[in-house]
């Protein structure tokens, strides 16, 4: 049967150049259906009539099918034709007599993105008589093979009001899709009380386990929920989109489960609405090797599964490796070639040998950075509190001989929950980052993941901006801008900022560049706040929120150490150097917050651009009061850093002077924070549920600016009966016009071999003259600390050298090092730069290849 495409008819007298043919081949699979009904739409939009097929009055061509296709092997040159899957190309030819866009996929999908790009272009276009004006030859491959986004089922009722809503998910994964994004991973079961824990009853009753059901949930329910969940699975799939249920509860045993809700934790094991009865000890493998069985078979089209592998989803230690077994069996006897995603946390080596022994075809899973988004990169050190286990990171699984894939999962739901995030910079960075140990997928979280975390289930989702300021139908369309940059650079990380420069002009006109610039611009304050200015203890997504908490009252916040240790100095250990006369390569808590001031300022300078060229609609005045947002979160740790440091400098020198400047800069961040309150205004809802009230998650930033006003005038009352003796004695800066850090080349290295040195050679030159380089290494695992080697100058090279001895380096790991460099007036600064790139160099071991 031949697919057709709707006759799209504007009237009689029409010229032939108005008219577009849509030549493709019988009978096209579902992604390919859906780039070109874009296409056509996008034709009929700019007033052309497209046509099935080529008439003596047509007057452009679009050629679609795959690379096998022997019309396209016909036209399009064999160096052109796409191979790898998911590639595409684009070429603009002449077919039968006629201008011609040909559009090649290697497969599907890589078809559908070419659609679906040259749907965009056309939309481009101001030309009425030739719609491919805007469109360029292209060739495309993907740099990352799975591009993916995770959601959280953490709150019943907003769930269902989207598992239901059948308009929703098309415009989702058209979203998606369009963004070149190919990976849905739903997760069931993440600290939310008990729902879902497991998720199987949710959908179906097993009759060998009656006892086992999910408390007030009737066999209609069920049959809902089933059928709305597989028209989810097949409309993503007919958008090139393969959905991946992740199961993370096994049984509900309180705890960490409950989510920090009030009660959740003592309604384990009790009969209870909403929850799961009758799963015991006795009868959990039973039980959850039958419904496994039985959701593989309800759900055969999903992409694969993923399951949290450790207590946190209710087993016991003892019960993990004897459970696992068992799944892993059924998996392999019922879905033979699914993919299986095993978290990394507390993940024992024997289990994940127990899942390849059986035959699946299994990854490793963890979480980038840690539960919140940080730089785009892996942290040069992670916190000691968790330096030697499995909880974050890649810690120690980057073995050799490599058994499994790790995928990466960035926990931006962490800390992007609901302002506008969205930087091209960061994604290409963070997607060669993903290439570690031969990676090639990764997943973020999807914008308002924790939305109604912590809400009694059945409370109604509460909305996120107030009407008169909406400019969207669903929440998810406002963040648009983030899911094209997550998916189109990690699928092509040269893509041309056109493709976002364009949709920017579109929506806004005059004044798009100047609000894309700055929300390009204000997308690197988050991440800066977690890597440089962040408590540990707020680590988890149930527990941290760099957007809207102040991390406590200063002497609290004056404790925090920032998640990448070997490149941030805290402020306790400013105050000691300050103190001891000390100086160090990391970036300093000055340094950061100077960092923080001229971002703030590049943002509100956008901010006035945008005002300045025009901007109006709900849509412009609602980003740009998140930009406005972001510039007052800069300064607000700008000036909270300095403070830090000083009333550091007081509790360890008993300096007065110091407290009065940190109430001083205490002051000036209170001043930041009454700037983001005015900011936000009456845009955002006044209550905004991201997490669990009690356990300290605001509704609002002014319930923030209340507490931090009575921490300043708890400060004031400290200073009111502090006790200084003498002034602390600080080692009294150098006189120096230098305030840059030395200049440092690395040499390329090649190849470790054990048993050999590796020579490390830098090139480093400051106006000071140098003070020290020194060369930091270990191997590529996070369990490790790290070595150092002074470099050697020497002089007829002009090049520092250090030696990486032979008998450290080892098949097992790969090697990584950075350099310490210092000038003698005191500037440090390590390198590589992360401003520009990773900051270390990782060096392959060589290995023979295996036979």
Same mark, same amino acid.
């Given at each position: 049967?031949?697919?057709?495409?709707?006759?799209?008819?504007?009237?009689?007298?029409?010229?032939?150049?108005?008219?577009?043919?849509?030549?493709?081949?019988?009978?096209?699979?579902?992604?390919?259906?859906?780039?070109?009904?874009?296409?056509?739409?996008?034709?009929?939009?700019?007033?052309?009539?497209?046509?099935?097929?080529? *008439? %003596?009055? #047509?007057?452009?061509?679009?050629?679609?099918?795959?690379?096998?296709?022997?019309?396209?092997?016909?036209?399009?040159?064999?160096?052109?034709?796409?191979?790898?899957?998911?590639?595409?190309?684009?070429?603009?030819?002449?077919?039968?007599?006629?201008?011609?866009?040909?559009?090649?996929?290697?497969?599907?999908?890589?078809?559908?993105?070419?659609?679906?790009?040259?749907?965009?272009?056309?939309?481009?276009?101001?030309?009425?008589?030739?719609?491919?004006?805007?469109?360029?030859?292209?060739?495309?491959?993907?740099?990352?093979?799975?591009?993916?986004?995770?959601?959280?089922?953490?709150?019943?009722?907003?769930?269902?009001?989207?598992?239901?809503?059948?308009?929703?998910?098309?415009? !989702?994964?058209?979203?998606?899709? $369009?963004?070149?994004?190919?990976?849905?991973?739903?997760?069931?079961? +993440?600290?939310?009380?008990?729902?879902?824990?497991?998720? !199987? %009853?949710?959908?179906?009753?097993?009759?060998?386990?009656?006892?086992?059901?999910?408390?007030?949930?009737?066999?209609?329910?069920?049959?809902?929920?089933?059928?709305?969940?597989?028209?989810?699975?097949?409309?993503?799939?007919?958008?090139?989109?393969?959905?991946? %249920?992740?199961?993370?509860?096994?049984? !509900?045993?309180?705890?960490?489960?409950?989510?920090?809700?009030?009660?959740?934790?003592?309604?384990?094991?009790?009969?209870?609405?909403?929850?799961?009865?009758?799963?015991?000890?006795?009868?959990?493998?039973?039980?959850?090797?039958?419904?496994?069985?039985?959701? @593989?078979?309800?759900?055969?089209?999903?992409?694969?599964?993923?399951?949290?592998?450790?207590? /946190? *989803?209710?087993?016991?230690?003892?019960?993990?490796?004897?459970?696992?077994?068992?799944?892993?069996?059924?998996?392999?006897?019922?879905?033979?070639?699914?993919?299986?995603?095993?978290?990394?946390?507390?993940?024992?080596?024997?289990?994940?040998?127990?899942?390849?022994?059986?035959?699946?075809?299994?990854?490793?899973?963890?979480?980038?950075?840690?539960?919140?988004?940080?730089?785009?990169?892996?942290?040069?050190?992670?916190?000691?509190?968790?330096?030697?286990?499995?909880?974050?990171?890649?810690?120690?699984?980057?073995?050799?001989?490599?058994?499994?894939?790790?995928?990466?999962?960035?926990?931006?739901?962490?800390?992007?929950?609901?302002?506008?995030?969205?930087?091209?910079?960061?994604?290409?960075?963070?997607?060669?980052?993903?290439?570690?140990?031969?990676?090639?997928?990764?997943?973020?979280?999807?914008?308002?993941?924790?939305?109604?975390?912590?809400? %009694?289930?059945?409370?109604?989702?509460?909305?996120?901006?107030?009407?008169?300021?909406?400019?969207?139908?669903?929440?998810?369309?406002?963040?648009?801008?983030? +899911?094209?940059?997550?998916?189109?650079?990690? +699928?092509?990380?040269?893509?041309?900022?056109?493709?976002?420069?364009?949709?920017?002009?579109?929506?806004?006109?005059?004044?798009?560049?100047?609000?894309?610039?700055?929300?390009?611009?204000?997308?690197?304050?988050?991440?800066?706040?977690?890597?440089?200015?962040?408590?540990?203890?707020?680590?988890?997504?149930?527990?941290?929120?760099?957007?809207?908490?102040?991390?406590?009252?200063?002497?609290?916040?004056?404790?925090?150490?920032?998640?990448?240790?070997?490149?941030?100095?805290?402020?306790?250990?400013?105050?000691?150097?300050?103190?001891?006369?000390?100086?160090?390569?990391?970036? #300093?808590?000055?340094?950061?917050?100077?960092? &923080?001031?001229?971002?703030?300022?590049?943002?509100?300078?956008?901010?006035?651009?945008?005002?300045?060229?025009?901007?109006?609609?709900? /849509?412009?005045?609602? #980003?740009?009061?998140?930009?406005?947002? @972001?510039?007052?979160?800069?300064?607000?740790?700008?000036?909270?850093?300095?403070?830090?440091?000083?009333?550091?400098?007081?509790?360890?020198?008993?300096?007065?002077?110091?407290?009065?400047?940190?109430?001083?800069?205490?002051?000036?961040?209170?001043?930041?924070?009454?700037?983001?309150?005015?900011?936000?205004?009456?845009?955002?809802?006044?209550?905004?549920?991201?997490?669990?009230?009690?356990?300290?998650?605001?509704?609002?930033?002014?319930?923030?600016?209340?507490?931090?006003?009575?921490?300043?005038?708890?400060?004031?009352?400290?200073?009111?009966?502090?006790?200084?003796?003498?002034?602390?004695?600080?080692?009294?800066?150098?006189?120096?016009?230098?305030?840059?850090?030395?200049?440092?080349?690395?040499?390329?290295?090649?190849?470790?071999?054990?048993?050999?040195? @590796?020579?490390?050679?830098?090139?480093?030159?400051?106006?000071?003259?140098?003070?020290?380089? $020194?060369?930091?290494?270990?191997?590529?695992?996070?369990?490790?600390? !790290?070595?150092?080697?002074?470099?050697?100058?020497?002089?007829?090279?002009?090049?520092?050298?250090?030696?990486?001895?032979?008998? &450290?380096?080892?098949?097992?790991?790969?090697?990584?090092?950075?350099?310490?460099?210092?000038?003698?007036?005191?500037?440090?600064?390590?390198?590589?730069?992360?401003?520009?790139?990773?900051?270390?160099?990782?060096?392959?071991?060589?290995?023979?290849?295996?036979?």
């Amino acid at each position: 049967m031949r697919w057709c495409l709707p006759l799209l008819v504007f009237g009689a007298g029409l010229l032939p150049a108005a008219r577009v043919a849509v030549v493709a081949g019988a009978d096209p699979a579902p992604p390919v259906r859906h780039g070109l009904t874009k296409l056509t739409e996008a034709l009929h939009a700019r007033g052309f009539v497209v046509e099935p097929a080529v *008439s %003596p009055r #047509t007057g452009f061509v679009v050629l679609a099918g795959l690379a096998s296709d022997r019309r396209i092997r016909a036209v399009l040159p064999r160096a052109a034709l796409p191979s790898a899957p998911q590639s595409l190309a684009i070429l603009k030819t002449e077919w039968q007599a006629k201008p011609t866009l040909v559009l090649c996929g290697a497969d599907a999908r890589g078809l559908m993105y070419a659609a679906l790009e040259a749907a965009d272009r056309i939309s481009w276009s101001t030309s009425h008589t030739d719609p491919f004006d805007k469109i360029r030859n292209l060739t495309e491959s993907p740099y990352l093979a799975e591009r993916g986004i995770s959601m959280y089922t953490m709150h019943r009722a907003y769930f269902e009001s989207r598992l239901f809503d059948e308009v929703h998910w098309k415009r !989702y994964f058209d979203l998606l899709a $369009r963004s070149r994004i190919n990976a849905f991973t739903i997760i069931f079961g +993440y600290e939310n009380g008990g729902f879902m824990a497991p998720a !199987y %009853p949710y959908f179906f009753d097993l009759p060998e386990h009656p006892s086992v059901r999910l408390v007030g949930m009737t066999r209609e329910q069920q049959a809902r929920n089933t059928a709305a969940f597989r028209r989810l699975i097949r409309l993503a799939q007919e958008r090139g989109i393969d959905v991946i %249920p992740a199961i993370w509860d096994h049984i !509900y045993r309180g705890g960490v489960q409950g989510g920090g809700i009030p009660g959740a934790s003592e309604l384990a094991g009790k009969e209870t609405s909403g929850l799961v009865a009758g799963l015991t000890e006795q009868n959990l493998v039973p039980y959850t090797k039958a419904a496994l069985r039985r959701f @593989l078979e309800v759900f055969p089209e999903i992409g694969g599964i993923e399951f949290r592998m450790h207590s /946190e *989803s209710g087993l016991k230690r003892e019960e993990m490796a004897g459970f696992w077994h068992e799944v892993f069996g059924i998996i392999a006897k019922a879905k033979p070639g699914l993919r299986v995603t095993l978290r990394a946390k507390e993940l024992p080596d024997s289990i994940i040998d127990d899942a390849l022994q059986q035959g699946l075809r299994a990854r490793v899973e963890t979480k980038y950075w840690m539960e919140q988004m940080g730089l785009p990169f892996h942290p040069t050190h992670v916190n000691r509190q968790n330096q030697r286990d499995r909880r974050h990171g890649y810690a120690d699984l980057l073995t050799y001989p490599q058994r499994y894939r790790v995928h990466w999962r960035l926990w931006s739901g962490g800390t992007a929950r609901l302002l506008l995030w969205a930087d091209p910079e960061y994604v290409r960075r963070f997607a060669a980052s993903a290439r570690l140990y031969d990676g090639n997928s990764f997943d973020v979280n999807e914008m308002l993941a924790t939305k109604m975390l912590g809400e %009694p289930h059945d409370k109604p989702p509460l909305p996120l901006l107030n009407p008169k300021y909406r400019s969207y139908d669903y929440e998810f369309e406002r963040y648009w801008h983030f +899911y094209q940059v997550w998916g189109r650079v990690s +699928y092509n990380p040269a893509t041309p900022s056109e493709v976002w420069e364009e949709e920017f002009r579109q929506r806004f006109g005059t004044p798009g560049i100047h609000l894309m610039r700055g929300i390009h611009t204000a997308s690197r304050v988050l991440p800066r706040i977690v890597a440089a200015a962040y408590r540990y203890q707020l680590f988890p997504t149930t527990r941290g929120w760099a957007e809207m908490m102040r991390q406590g009252d200063l002497p609290l916040f004056a404790t925090l150490e920032g998640t990448d240790i070997e490149q941030f100095q805290s402020p306790a250990d400013a105050a000691r150097d300050l103190l001891a006369g000390r100086t160090t390569s990391r970036r #300093t808590p000055a340094e950061t917050s100077r960092w &923080f001031s001229e971002t703030a300022a590049q943002i509100l300078a956008h901010v006035r651009e945008a005002e300045a060229a025009g901007a109006a609609g709900n /849509e412009a005045l609602s #980003t740009l009061t998140d930009l406005k947002i @972001l510039a007052g979160l800069a300064r607000f740790y700008a000036a909270r850093l300095n403070a830090a440091v000083d009333y550091n400098l007081y509790r360890q020198g008993k300096d007065l002077a110091a407290l009065d400047q940190a109430i001083r800069q205490e002051r000036e961040a209170v001043a930041s924070w009454a700037e983001i309150v005015k900011a936000a205004g009456d845009v955002y809802h006044s209550e905004l549920a991201f997490g669990v009230h009690r356990v300290g998650f605001p509704r609002h930033w002014k319930e923030e600016l209340e507490r931090l006003q009575a921490g300043l005038d708890k400060l004031v009352e400290e200073r009111t009966g502090a006790q200084g003796g003498a002034a602390a004695t600080r080692s009294a800066p150098r006189e120096s016009a230098d305030t840059s850090p030395p200049r440092v080349q690395i040499e390329p290295v090649g190849n470790a071999q054990p048993g050999r040195d @590796l020579v490390v050679s830098v090139k480093a030159e400051d106006e000071s003259g140098i003070g020290a380089i $020194r060369l930091r290494y270990r191997h590529l695992t996070q369990f490790e600390d !790290y070595q150092t080697a002074d470099m050697q100058l020497d002089a007829i090279t002009g090049r520092y050298t250090a030696r990486i001895p032979g008998d &450290f380096i080892s098949l097992k790991w790969d090697l990584m090092f950075f350099i310490e460099a210092m000038d003698k007036a005191g500037n440090g600064r390590n390198y590589p730069d992360l401003e520009v790139e990773a900051p270390y160099v990782i060096v392959p071991v060589h290995r023979a290849p295996s036979r």
